[in-house]
């Protein structure tokens, strides 16, 4: 009965390479998020789709593409990685209307 | 751009005593205040929202005030608990248009010990 569930959990991979994390919530909710937590604890937003439509993409390099193929999935596909890139990705989801954001367990990446 | 500011250094206290933490934003003052709880290797987790025009929110053995004056919001926890011990988030909305854009601080790190 997760509510928020990511795969994988951890992910290395080196320089140069392509990866996803993907993303479910099975909360119901509208509005899903992407974060990125440093090595010194800042969680920073990344974007957010709701119903399926990007509504906010921070200054963030297009190597990163997000992607909600419906409301209750969001994946994130990271291309040409660099070191710069580690780092654990959360996703997040909350419902329209409400502002409490209930968060996955993390995606810790480690690009070497 | 909104700032946060919670106190980067370890908060540790006897087991029994109450724990404050305090969040500190610049800037124009957000129509509501969050505090999320994150445990090593975890997700933050929700914990309470209090609105600009609350001056004080409770749930259980938790307390957070909230002074648009000071630009300051206090999360305390009364009868602290080895089990308290995490990490303790404060957000900022930052958003537009009905959609959330949430701001966090750096986070304080709080250790109950028995």
């Known amino acids: 009965d997760t509510a928020v569930s990511q795969t994988p959990k951890y992910l290395v991979t080196q320089m140069g390479n392509d990866k996803s994390i993907k993303c479910e919530q099975n909360?119901?909710?509208?509005?899903m998020y992407w974060y990125k937590q440093d090595s010194k604890k800042f969680l920073k937003i990344m974007f957010s789709?709701?119903?399926?439509?990007?509504?906010i993409n921070e200054t963030v390099p297009n190597r990163f593409s997000p992607k909600s193929p419906d409301k209750a999935h969001l994946n994130l596909h990271i291309n040409s990685l660099e070191l710069g890139d580690s780092a654990v990705y959360f996703c997040?989801?909350?419902?329209?209307?409400?502002?409490?954001?209930?968060f996955g367990p993390g995606t810790r990446l480690t690009v070497t | 751009s909104q700032k946060i500011e919670q106190n980067s250094e370890a908060l540790n206290i006897q087991e029994g005593k109450t724990a404050t933490l305090t969040c500190n934003y610049t800037?124009?003052?957000?129509?509501?205040l969050q505090w999320y709880r994150q445990d090593p290797g975890r997700g933050p987790v929700f914990l309470l929202l209090?609105?600009?025009?609350?001056k004080e929110k409770r749930k259980e053995r938790l307390k957070v005030t909230f002074d648009t004056t000071l630009k300051q919001s206090l999360f305390h926890i009364t009868a602290s608990q080895p089990a308290d011990s995490a990490t303790y988030l404060c957000?900022?909305?930052?958003?537009?248009?009905?959609?959330?854009?949430?701001?966090f601080g750096a986070g304080t790190r709080l250790a109950v010990h028995p």
């Open positions: 997040a989801s909350s419902q329209e209307g409400l502002v409490e954001q209930y």
């Open positions: 909360l119901g909710h509208d509005t």
């Open positions: 789709y709701n119903n399926k439509e990007l509504i």
């Open positions: 800037n124009y003052s957000p129509a509501y």
């Open positions: 209090i609105r600009e025009n609350e």
């Open positions: 957000a900022l909305d930052q958003g537009s248009g009905g959609y959330n854009k949430l701001i």
